[in-house]
C-alpha cells in the first residue's frame, strides 16, 4: 500500500490507528493490541454498562476521584487516540493541522453549533480571554459577573481593568431561583454596561445559572453575553446556538474527559467582527505572502495560530465521540442522581451544611459542603487521609467549603463512602 500524505491524516484522523499503521511505508506505532471500545448501554444490564464505563478508564481505585469539576480523568480510547496519533505525526516530523477540521466537525455537532463557530483553544481561560482583551472596551465600560467566578473567569476581566481601565460589577448568586439571578443581574445593568458573563455552573457550589433567560435580557439592551462553559459542557447537554449567547468558552480536560490542555471557544456566526483577535498567524488568515491586507479567516478558527499538538485535539473529538455513544442525557442523568443522593443525605448530618441549591433546575452533578467548626482545608485533609476521598477544598470568596463532584465512572457505592466519610468529619473535627 502506497501512503501519501492526505491517507495517512485521514488514517489518524478515523479513531482506530492500527488500519493506516499497516502501511509499508512506516513501521506501526504501538498502539494497544484491541484498540479499546466504548461500553454501549443496554436496558437489559445497565450496571454492566455503569461498571464497563469505570472499567474503561485507567484511573485508580485509590483514592476515590470525585474532582473532576477540577480536572477530569480520561478514558482509554480517549488515551489510545491521542497517543496514538501524537507517536504517528512523530513518526513522519508532521503537525497533523488537518486532523483539526474532522474534529471540529464533530465537536460543533455536539455543541449544537457550526463549525466555524468553534475554536480549539487550550483551556476555557484561554477563551474567557480571547473575549475580554478581543471587545472594543474603553475606560469606564462595565461588565457584569458573579462573584463566585474562578480565576480563569474573572481575572482576564481585572486584567482588563488594570490595561484598559474598564470597571467590574458583581453579582453575589442567589442559590433559591433562577429569576432572583436574573433581577441581581438587571439591577446592576447602567447604560455604561457592555458585557455580562456568567459562569454556566458555578465552580464553587454548582449552581446552574438560567442563560437562556440571560442571554434573552442582554440582547435586549444590546450587551455582550459571554458565558464560561468550564463546568458545563461533558456535565451537562448545551446546546449553543440555541442557548443565544454571543460567545461561550469551555474546558475539554473537565466533564467532557478529553486530554489536558484542551478546551473550545464559540463565537456566534454574526459576531465574529466584534471580536479582534490578540493573536494572529498561520492558520488564523489567509496570507501566503507579504506584503498585503491580512484577511482573516471566516470563522471562530481565526482564533487559533502557529503550531498545536494534533494529539491533544484527536483526542478530545475522540472523548466527544465517546459522550454520545454513551448519551448526553444519559450521562447528566447519571451524575445528578448521584448528587441528589448526597444533597439528600448530607443535609441530613448535623453540623453539615449544603450550599448546593435545592431546586432542580439550579443544580447538576457537583454538590457543595460546609463543616460548622473547620475550614475547607481541614476537611479536604481529613476526608482524603482518613477516607481516601479525593474532592476539591474550595476557599474561593472565603467560603471555606469542600466540593464533590460525580461523574459517569463515579457510583452508588461511592455515594455511600462519600456519606460515610462526611459523617465521620462532622463527629471527628
Ligand atoms: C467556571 C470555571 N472557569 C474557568 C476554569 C478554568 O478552566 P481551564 O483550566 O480550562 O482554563 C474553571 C476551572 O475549574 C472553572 O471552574
Known amino acids: 500500500m502506497k501512503t501519501n500524505r492526505r491517507t495517512f491524516i485521514q488514517g489518524l484522523g478515523t479513531g482506530v490507528v492500527g488500519a493506516w499503521a499497516s502501511g509499508s511505508v512506516v513501521a506501526a506505532a504501538p498502539a494497544p493490541a484491541v484498540a479499546a471500545s466504548w461500553p454501549i448501554f443496554d436496558a437489559a444490564h445497565p450496571a454492566a454498562f455503569w461498571r464497563a464505563v469505570r472499567a474503561s478508564y485507567p484511573l485508580l481505585a485509590d483514592p476515590l476521584y470525585l474532582n473532576t469539576g477540577g480536572i477530569g480523568p480520561v478514558a482509554q480510547p480517549v488515551l489510545d487516540q491521542m497517543i496514538a496519533t501524537m507517536y504517528q505525526l512523530q513518526q513522519h516530523s508532521e503537525t497533523g493541522h488537518d486532523l483539526f477540521e474532522p474534529a471540529r466537525v464533530t465537536v460543533a455537532k455536539f455543541v449544537g453549533a457550526q463549525s466555524r463557530e468553534i475554536s480549539f483553544v487550550r483551556n476555557a481561560t484561554e477563551g474567557n480571554c480571547i473575549i475580554a482583551g478581543g471587545l472594543a472596551l474603553t475606560a469606564g465600560d462595565e461588565v457584569i459577573f458573579e462573584s463566585h467566578a474562578h480565576p480563569g ?184 442522581e448521584l448528587a441528589t443522593v448526597l444533597l439528600t443525605e448530607l443535609s441530613r448530618i448535623e453540623g453539615i451544611t449544603v450550599l448546593t441549591p435545592r431546586a432542580d433546575d439550579m443544580r447538576a452533578a457537583m454538590t457543595t459542603i460546609r463543616h460548622a467548626r473547620v475550614g475547607a482545608h481541614k476537611l479536604f485533609t481529613y476526608l482524603l487521609d482518613e477516607h481516601r476521598l479525593r474532592c476539591r477544598p474550595v476557599t474561593e470568596q472565603g467560603l471555606e467549603v469542600v466540593r464533590i463532584s460525580t461523574h459517569i465512572f463515579n457510583s452508588p457505592a461511592d455515594c455511600e463512602r462519600v456519606i460515610n466519610g462526611v459523617r465521620a468529619a462532622a463527629r471527628a473535627l
Open 153 to 336: 473567569g474573572s481575572f482576564p476581566w481585572y486584567n482588563q481593568a488594570k490595561l484598559r481601565g474598564i470597571t467590574v460589577r458583581l453579582f453575589e448568586p442567589d442559590s433559591t431561583s433562577p429569576e432572583a439571578n436574573l433581577a441581581r443581574i438587571r439591577a446592576l445593568i447602567t447604560p455604561r454596561t457592555k458585557v455580562i458573563q456568567v459562569s454556566h455552573i458555578t465552580c464553587t457550589t454548582g449552581l446552574v445559572m438560567p442563560v437562556a433567560a440571560i442571554a434573552r435580557l442582554a440582547q435586549s439592551q444590546g450587551i455582550w453575553f459571554h458565558v464560561d462553559g468550564a463546568q458545563a459542557v461533558g456535565m451537562i447537554p448545551v446546546s449553543l446556538n440555541e442557548l443565544g449567547c454571543d460567545s461561550y468558552a469551555f474546558s475539554g480536560h473537565k466533564w467532557l474527559g478529553g486530554p489536558h490542555e484542551t478546551g473550545v471557544f464559540y463565537i456566534r456566526r454574526d459576531r465574529l467582527a466584534d471580536v479582534a483577535p490578540t493573536y494572529m498567524g498561520a492558520h488564523g488568515a489567509e496570507l501566503p505572502f507579504l506584503p498585503g491586507d491580512l484577511k482573516y479567516f471566516d470563522g471562530t478558527m481565526r482564533h487559533e495560530y502557529g503550531t498545536r499538538n494534533a494529539g491533544l485535539i484527536t483526542g478530545l473529538a475522540e472523548a466527544v465521540r465517546g459522550q454520545t455513544l454513551m448519551g448526553r442525557e444519559r450521562i447528566a442523568a447519571h451524575g445528578r
